[in-house]
């Protein structure tokens, strides 16, 4: 039972450049969620999901997408990285709105 | 607007002291409170939560906290600190989607 896994653990871009941030919960949990932590700004919602197949704009939704076709998998894509996307993102996930969030580990990412 | 206030960025204690941290929110409804602690390099863990019923919430590691609707406030207390417990801690609000506060890094001095 690894619980929640995210991949990669550190990642650099050039400005404009894609990529896909994936994490993986083996919990069978309903919800997910995609965050970012900068310093002095705590952690902030980008996108969430309530179920497979299902996503929602959090409280900074710009420049990020999310796709959840399989239960256990919430992506997070970025189109074209900028510098401001420089952070750490964190995957969450849990069974029902109300319960305990599990987090994983982060994805460090810099955007030059 | 809903939000969490941390009053206090850093904090730092002696080993065996007692501790309190400060969580302050502004939210609609009834809220559902978390505390997060976060160790250098890791995710979040939860120490406790508060959704309803008895007001002092007992959680992980020795952690206590209690719910004052009055004053809006879900402070975070221990009454003897470990080296083990420094880190950063975070207060949360919501329900579906959880509001952050920006942490407070406790340093344990020995």
């Known amino acids: 039972n690894a619980g929640v896994t995210q991949t990669p653990k550190f990642r650099v871009l050039k400005t404009g450049q894609s990529m896909t941030l994936l994490c993986a919960q083996d919990m069978n949990h309903e919800y997910m969620y995609w965050y970012r932590q900068d310093p002095g700004m705590g952690l902030r919602l980008i996108h969430y999901s309530v179920g497979e197949g299902t996503t929602a704009k959090g409280e900074v939704p710009d420049g990020y997408n999310v796709s959840r076709l399989k239960k256990q998998n919430f992506l997070l894509g970025l189109e074209s990285a900028a510098p401001s996307q420089t952070s750490v993102y964190f995957c969450a996930s849990s069974n029902v709105v109300t319960d305990t969030q599990y987090f994983g580990p982060g994805t460090r990412l810099t955007v030059l | 607007a809903q939000s969490v206030t941390q009053p206090d960025i850093h904090i730092t204690v002696s080993e065996g002291a007692s501790l309190e941290l400060r969580c302050n929110y502004s939210?609609?409804?009834?809220?559902?409170l978390f505390w997060y602690v976060q160790s250098p390099g890791q995710g979040l863990q939860l120490l406790l939560k508060y959704f309803s019923g008895d007001t002092l919430v007992q959680g992980i590691k020795g952690f206590e906290a209690e719910f004052k609707r009055s004053q809006s406030s879900f402070n975070l207390r221990k009454p003897s600190v470990h080296w083990s417990d420094a880190a950063e801690y975070f207060c949360?609000?919501?329900?579906?989607?959880?509001?952050f506060g920006a942490g407070t890094r406790l340093a344990v001095h020995p």
């Open positions: 939210y609609g409804a009834t809220p559902y």
């Open positions: 949360a609000v919501g329900e579906s989607k959880l509001i």
